[in-house]
DNA sequence: GTGGTCTAGACCACG
DNA sequence: GTGGTCTAGACCACT
C-alpha cells in the first residue's frame, strides 16, 4: 500500500497536481513500485482532508498515462516497467534541474555559484 | 528602456506573475537598474501579445514592492536601491534552489548526482 | 436569504460598489441580520443582469471589512455583531448626510428651509 | 469674476464634474449670475493645478448645457435668465435631497431622526 | 500619448 | 453546485 505520510500540501499547486507528482516522484525513488496498491478514493480523500473529487482526478490521470489499472472494485494498483519508470524519472528530473538552471541563468549567477548554494542549502529541506 | 525580448512566455503560470518575476531577475542580474525606464502598458502589451490589463497588473505589484514609481500620465521608472536588489536576489535565489533540492531528494538522488546532473545540463539550458 | 429585489442599479457609480452599500444599507436597516445567506455569485448575477465577477468583487469586499465569512465550494453567510453594526450605521448615516448639508449648504440654502425641502419630498422618494 | 477659492477637489468624483457641479451651486446661490466672467481655461488650470484639458471638458458641458458663451477671443461669460436658473435649482436640490432620503430611508431610518441629525451636522460641515 | 479602474467571460479547485 | 483567479477590453482622468 503506498503511503501518503510524508505528502504535505501546499496551497499554491493545484492539490491534484501534487498528488500526482508525489505518486511520480515515489515511482522514480523507488518508494511506489509495481503492483503496489493505491488507497480508496474515499481513504485518501479522508487521510489528505481534501475533496474525494479531486483524488479522483488525481487517480484518473495517472489511468490516463496508464500508470495505475482500476480493477472491477474499488481497489487500483500500480502499473509499471522500467521503460516508464526511466521516462519518468528523466521528465521528472529534466524538468526540476532545467528549470532551476534557467531560472539562476537569468539572475547572471554562476555554475560554480550554483553549487555552492546548492551545497549550503542541501541539508536545510 | 528595459528590453523584454528574451522573455519568452509559457502558459503554466499566469503571465503577469511571469512579467514580474522577468523583471525581478533582471534586476538581480543587473540588466534592469535604478532609473530605467519601463515600457508604457500599450507597447509592452502589443510586444508581447497580452492585454494591456495584464501588464497594468503586473506594474500595479510592481509598484506594490515600492519597486517602481509610477504616476498617471507619466512613464514609469525603476526605483531601485542594494538592500532591494539583495532582499531580491536572496528571495529568488533561496526560492528556486530549495525548490529544487526539495523535488530532487523526494526521487532519493544524491547530492552528487545532483551535481553531475547540473554540469549535464548546464549548457544546454 | 438576502433579498435584492429592492435594487436598483443605476450606471453613475460603479456596480459592485453599490451592491456593497445595498448590503451595508440592509444591516444598519435590520433586514440583513447575522448568519444571513447570500445569493451565490451566479444566482445574483443573474438576477440582477450583470457579470458574476462584478458581485465577486463586492462579496470580497465584504471579506475584507470581516462582514461576510465565505469558503470555496461552500454558501457564503453573513458574520455581524453589534459593534460592527453600529460602526456601519455611524460610518453610512454620517456619509449621507454631511454630503447632503454640504452640496445644499454651497446652495446658500438654510437649514430651515431644508428641513421644509425635507418634509416635502419625504414621501415621495 | 467667477471666484474658485472656495471649490476643493475630492478625488473621488470626476474633477470636470466637481467643476460643473461648483458652476451650478454658485448659480443657484447667487454668487455666479448673468454675464460673469469666467477664467480662461489656461489660468483655471493653473489655480486648481489640474490640467487645461480637464478644464476644457468643464467648459464644453456648460457650453452644451448652453449656460457660457465664448466670445471671438479667449473670454467666456455666463449666459443665464430665470428660467434656466430655476430649472438647475430643482435639479441640483431635488437630486442632492431625494438621494438622502432614499438612502436613510433604506436603512429604516425615521424623518424625525433624519431632522436631528441634520441639526446635528449643520454646523460640522 | 500615460497610468488607473470597471465590467466581462472563461477556467479552476473544491463540496 | 460553490467561491477564487486570470485574461480581456473598454473607458476615464490626466500630461
Redo the contacts with the bound molecule.
Sequence with gaps: MISFENLI?D?K?????QILMYIKRGIVSGTVTNNDELPSRRVL?ALL??????IQ?SYKMLEEEDLIESHSGTKSYMKLDNVKIEKIKKELVECDITDMISAIKQMGISKEETILLLEKYWNEV
Tied chains: 1, 2, 3, 4.
Design positions: 500540501l496551497d499547486t493545484p492539490i491534484y497536481s480523500s482532508g481534501v475533496n474525494p473529487n479531486t482526478k
